[in-house]
C-alpha cells in the first residue's frame, strides 16, 4: 500500500515566522512531489512541483526534496494570514500513469 | 474563461433519486478525475478517464457511473443517491506528459 503522510497538524506559526510542512512518502521510486493550498470551502490549488534532489524556490515559498530519506517539506518565509490553509502534499503512484496519491493534508493557522 | 468548471456548485437531493454532476475543461486536457473530499477521509479517487471514451475505476467507484464522450467533459452520475454520499465532489484534469493535476471549483452534494 503505497502512502504519503503528513501531520495533521494544525500547525500554528506567528505571522512572519518560517512556516515548515512536512510530507513522507512510501514509494522510493516516486520522482515528481506536489503541493497544493486549499482555503476553506475551496478546491485545492497547486502552488509548488519538484522533481530532483535540493531546494526549488518561488517567492516566499521553498520546497526541499530529499529522495533518500523520502520525504518532502515546503516551507513558507514571512508567513501572512492569508497563508492559513490546509496543504496537502501529492506524490504519484508509481505503478500507474494516472494517480497521485494524497497525503490527508496539514492546517496551517498563522496568528498576526 | 478557459480553465475547468462545475455545475452544480450545491445540491440537495433525496435518498434514491438519481443525480448527475457536470464537470467541463476548456484546455484539452486528456486526462480527468473525479473526486470526493470528506473529513478524515482527504481526497479519494472515484473514477478517472485518460480519454474520451476511455474511462476506470479509481479507489472508491461503487454507486457512481461516469461518461466521457467528449475530451471536455466527464459527468459524474450517482445512479440511486445515499446519505454515505454525502460529500463535496471534485473535478480534475491534466495533461498527458503532466502528473499536475488542476482542480474545478467543486461540488458540495447533500443527500438527505
Known amino acids: 500500500q503505497k502512502e504519503v503522510e503528513q501531520n495533521s497538524g494544525p500547525l500554528s506559526v506567528p505571522e512572519g515566522a518560517i512556516a515548515s510542512l512536512n510530507c513522507t512518502y512510501s514509494?522510493?521510486?516516486?520522482?515528481?512531489f506536489f503541493w497544493y493550498r486549499q482555503y476553506s470551502g475551496k478546491s485545492p490549488e497547486l502552488i509548488m512541483s519538484i522533481y530532483s534532489n535540493g531546494d526549488k524556490e518561488d517567492g516566499r515559498f521553498t520546497a526541499q526534496l530529499n529522495k533518500a530519506s523520502q520525504y518532502v517539506s515546503l516551507l513558507i518565509r514571512d508567513s501572512q494570514p492569508s497563508d492559513s490553509a490546509t496543504y496537502l502534499c501529492a506524490v504519484p503512484l508509481m505503478d500507474s500513469n494516472y494517480q497521485l496519491i494524497w497525503g490527508a493534508g496539514t492546517k496551517l493557522i498563522i496568528k498576526p | 474563461d478557459a480553465g475547468i468548471t462545475q455545475s452544480p456548485r450545491y445540491k440537495i437531493t433525496e435518498t434514491g433519486r438519481q443525480v448527475t454532476l457536470m464537470c467541463h475543461q476548456t484546455?484539452?486536457?486528456?486526462?480527468m478525475f473525479w473526486y470526493r473530499q470528506d473529513l478524515g477521509h482527504g481526497l479519494r479517487l472515484i473514477y478517472y478517464s485518460a480519454a474520451a471514451d476511455i474511462t476506470d475505476k479509481g479507489e472508491v467507484p461503487d454507486g457512481y457511473v461516469v461518461s466521457r464522450s467528449k475530451t471536455e467533459n466527464f459527468p459524474l452520475t450517482l445512479e440511486s443517491a445515499t446519505r454515505s454520499q454525502t460529500s463535496v465532489y471534485f473535478c480534475a484534469s491534466r495533461d498527458y506528459n503532466s502528473y499536475e493535476q488542476y482542480f474545478g471549483p467543486g461540488t458540495r452534494l447533500t443527500v438527505t
Open positions: 514509494d522510493r521510486g516516486s520522482q515528481s
Open positions: 484546455w484539452s486536457h486528456s486526462y
